[in-house]
């Protein structure tokens, strides 16, 4: 079994930061990509941050240079800082990510429960 725990949004005004983190437990033997996605209400869910386990990464064009993901292996955990936010940035965060648990040879997905980021204008 795998838990997933995510936490750091809340409200804040056009220009401010955030950060979020998500935090895998359980029967974990290694995680390979972790991802941050958000959803907009009325809008599909999109991806916007990734890191692989050898920590090269990829963002959505809209939060280059503003959003850094980084990834603590030993923690099992995924953050996502946000800086400069934007109104438009305003959404529910999701991480995701791809694992092995501890004695499967298959590739297992896990989604976070969700964090509300709310920017103000």
């Known amino acids: 079994q795998v838990q997933m725990v995510e936490s750091g949004g809340g409200l804040v005004q056009a220009g401010g930061s955030l950060r979020l983190s998500c935090a895998a437990s359980?029967?974990?033997?290694?995680?390979?990509?972790m991802n941050w996605y958000r959803q907009a209400p009325g809008k599909q869910r999109e991806l916007v941050a990734a890191?692989?386990?050898?920590?090269?990464?990829n963002y959505h064009d809209s939060v280059k240079g503003r959003f850094t993901i980084s990834r603590d292996n030993a923690k099992n955990g995924v953050y996502l800082q946000m800086n400069s936010l934007k109104p438009e940035d305003t959404a529910v965060y999701y991480c995701?990510?791809?694992?092995?648990?501890?004695?499967?040879?298959?590739?297992?997905?896990?989604w976070g429960q969700g964090t509300q980021v709310t920017v103000s204008s």
């Open positions: 995701y990510v791809h694992l092995y648990s501890v004695g499967s040879l298959r590739v297992e997905d896990y």
């Open positions: 890191i692989n386990s050898r920590g090269s990464t």
């Open positions: 359980g029967t974990i033997f290694s995680i390979n990509t």
